[in-house]
Antibody
Framework: QVQMQESGPGLVKPSETLSLTCSVS????????WNWMRQSPGKGLEWIGY????????????KYNPSLKSRVTISVDTSKNEVSLKVNSVTAADTAVYYC??????????????????WGQGTRVTVSS | DIQMTQSPSSLSASVGDRVTITCRTS??????LNWYQQTPGKAPKLLIY???SLQTGVPTRFSGSGSGTDFTLTISSLQPEDFATYLC?????????FGQGTKVEIK
């Protein structure tokens, strides 16, 4: 059974960098799209971006929401089976619950598009001095 | 970005009721529409993918339909555990976007 768990500071100061980690257990990072999303009362659920890990034989890729693109980096550490998110120059507008989630390979392979079938429990991040 | 509009934003219903929630998109997305259920303090849970396909393990009282710009989630007989917020999501083109949610409350 695949499980994902987010971790990181719950409080970040304005203008600093928000750094979160998603630990994945029960599955390899290879050949999946790993995503970050956030949810706030004002903006609802917002997709931040994904990292596709191709494994040893295929190239990976990243794609980000243009609303955040210049401030976001998603990366992987295969030795730890972790996916990371960094958002720099944060403001109060970045206050939200942050989720990591995996795109279902079954749905994608069947031509059903990209659906998020496994999620972390979420971690609340507040931007405040 | 593709805009997602759900209606209603909230509804009150009783156990056993048939409930229908609508999601409309700002442009055609074929059938690349997913539905999620979210309860307070929890992550969303995938219910329906590709407009009408039931995710493994989801009760058959949940069903989805639609294509193009208009989609529907139906709960045929509302159960106590179904009181939650329901979200639609398009995966036709990035940035993938979500509806604002429909909260189903107990009447």
């Amino acid at each position: 059974q695949v499980q994902m768990q987010e971790s990181g500071p719950g409080l970040v100061k304005p203008s600093e960098t928000l750094s979160l980690t998603c630990s994945v257990s029960g599955a390899s990072l290879s050949n999946y799209y790993w995503n970050w999303m956030r949810q706030s009362p004002g903006k609802g659920l917002e997709w931040i971006g994904y990292l596709y890990h191709g494994g040893a034989t295929k190239p990976g890729s990243t794609k980000y929401n243009p609303s955040l693109k210049s401030r976001v980096t998603i990366s992987v550490d295969t030795s730890k089976n972790e996916v990371s998110l960094k958002v720099n120059s944060v403001t109060a507008a970045d206050t939200a619950v942050y989720y990591c989630a995996r795109v279902s390979s079954t749905v994608a392979a069947a031509g059903g598009g990209y659906a998020f079938d496994v999620w972390g429990q979420g971690t609340r991040v507040t931007v405040s001095s | 970005d593709i805009q997602m509009t759900q209606s209603p934003s909230s509804l009150s219903a009783s156990v056993g009721d048939r409930v229908t929630i609508t999601c409309r998109t700002s442009q055609s997305i074929s059938r690349y529409l997913n539905w999620y259920q979210q309860t307070p303090g929890k992550a969303p849970k995938l219910l329906i993918y590709a407009a009408s396909s039931l995710q493994t393990g989801v009760p058959t009282r949940f069903s989805g339909s639609g294509s193009g710009t208009d989609f529907t989630l139906t709960i045929s007989s509302l159960q106590p555990e179904d009181f939650a917020t329901y979200l639609c999501q398009q995966s036709y083109i990035t940035p993938w976007t979500f509806g604002q949610g429909t909260k189903v409350e107990i009447k």
